[in-house]
């Protein structure tokens, strides 16, 4: 098994450009998550899907921010505009049922905005 | 709301030495306790999990176990490697299932 893949690893932009990060789930699992890590605020719980369809995303920071799980093997975090307050390491991970059950996390994309 | 606090870090032995980290909770019922590990450059990794009173979780020679009378579940490990330097997150899920409430992290050190 491949794991959970985040992709790109490393994303740097300017302030006000449109940033995709990309999430391939382990097969098989139910629940995504998208999570958010800096130094400032720790990890932080953006939005959870459960069987592709968005049950929680009151932890997104606002209308710059949004999610999409076309099917269970892809899901997407969009900012559009990015802005240098959202430089941070973006994390998926996906779990077979809820966060009660292991969650596995992928590698994370590290996202800078000049 | 529920809240998981840990120790501050970083916290800095020597090989060999025995660890602990303390991590504290408040939760209004029986919640599922955690221990992850984040690697340098990593994602979080569960190390274990405890889901009842008394439970203790292990792993790779930590391990923790879940007092509910001092609502804690404290990280041990009796001789830690330089392997071991990352860091450790504690964190409790309660209800809904879906909600992981984490701890802010402790960062290992472990000389040689």
């Known amino acids: 098994d491949a794991g959970v893949i985040q992709s790109p690893r490393h994303e740097v932009t300017e302030m006000g450009q449109e940033v995709t990060l990309r999430c391939k789930p382990i097969s098989g699992h139910n629940s995504l998550f998208w999570y958010r890590q800096t130094m400032m605020r720790g990890l932080e719980l953006l939005i959870y899907?459960?069987?592709?369809?968005?049950?929680?995303d009151s932890g997104m920071p606002e209308d710059r921010f949004s999610a999409k799980m076309p099917n269970a093997s892809f899901s997407t975090l969009k900012i559009q505009p990015s802005e240098p307050r959202d430089s941070a390491v973006y994390f998926c991970?996906?779990?077979?049922?809820?966060?009660?059950?292991?969650?596995?996390f992928g590698s994370g994309t590290q996202l800078s905005v000049l | 709301g529920d809240s998981v606090t840990q120790m501050e870090g970083p916290v800095t032995l020597s090989e060999e030495a025995f660890l602990t980290i303390n991590c504290t909770y408040t939760a209004t019922g029986y919640p599922s306790l955690f221990w992850y590990v984040q690697y340098p450059g990593e994602g979080l990794q569960l190390l274990l999990k405890a889901t009842k009173a008394d439970d203790k979780g292990s792993n790779k020679g930590f391990e923790a176990t879940y007092r509910k009378e001092t609502t804690s579940f404290h990280l041990e490990k009796g001789s830690v490697q330089v392997s071991d330097s990352a860091v450790y997150f504690c964190?409790?899920?309660?209800?809904?299932?879906?909600?992981?409430?984490w701890g802010a992290g402790t960062k290992l050190i472990i000389k040689p």
């Open positions: 991970a996906s779990s077979k049922q809820g966060a009660g059950e292991k969650l596995f």
């Open positions: 964190a409790l899920t309660e209800g809904s299932n879906y909600q992981l409430i």
């Open positions: 899907f459960n069987n592709n369809v968005p049950i929680d």
